[in-house]
């Protein structure tokens, strides 16, 4: 059993979010999270993280020249810590008084939130007590971890036209699947 699934979530406040949000100043002016957040009903920063074990696992598979295995197992570990963030998405608002529509998650060095938002993000969360921690370049370790703000609100907040500037780099397109489940949701 390689995967040590931890979590960590905590509800904030849009004004101290803004703190989190604005890190380093260094956010794309179009990011849409900033008027997404603006407009919420709750927020939570949350980490996740399968541990170092699986991590050192792919490491190794790929040293020794076990391409396919590694391929495999990162895909599989990505896959795993992406549900491991929805089910805390799920537990945050399921905790939540009614009166939201729908909730999205957000991770900083996406969609023009600057990745050194991570720092704030840190320094609050602490997700140091479930073992990740940042490099200098505020990427995390272990590497399979996710972290960003839980944000629910109405459905209206989470639409919006991926044609910012940044949106030209994007290979992924995934707010394109996250809106459409978003509308479908009754
Ligand atoms: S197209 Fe890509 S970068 Fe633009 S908002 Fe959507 S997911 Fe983010």
Sequence with gaps: MLAAPRSV???????????VFEGEGLNDSE????????????LALFAVTLGRAVSRQITDLFDSHEYAAGAMLDSTASESAELA????????????????????SFSPGYCGWHISAQKKLFETLQPVDIGITLTDTFL??????????????????????????????????TCRDRMNAIKKQV
């Design 31 to 42: 990011a849409p999270l900033g008027g997404i957040y603006e407009r919420s009903d709750g």
């Design 85 to 104: 963030a929805t089910s805390v998405e799920r537990t945050f608002v399921s905790g939540l008084d009614a009166g939201f529509e729908a909730s999205m």
């Design 140 to 173: 995390m370790q272990p590497l399979k971890s996710i972290s960003g703000v839980i944000v629910a609100g109405r459905k209206e907040i989470f639409i919006f036209d991926d044609n910012f500037e940044f949106c030209s780099t994007c290979r992924t397109r």
């Design 9 to 19: 979530f905590m509800e904030i406040t849009r004004r101290d979010f803004g703190a």
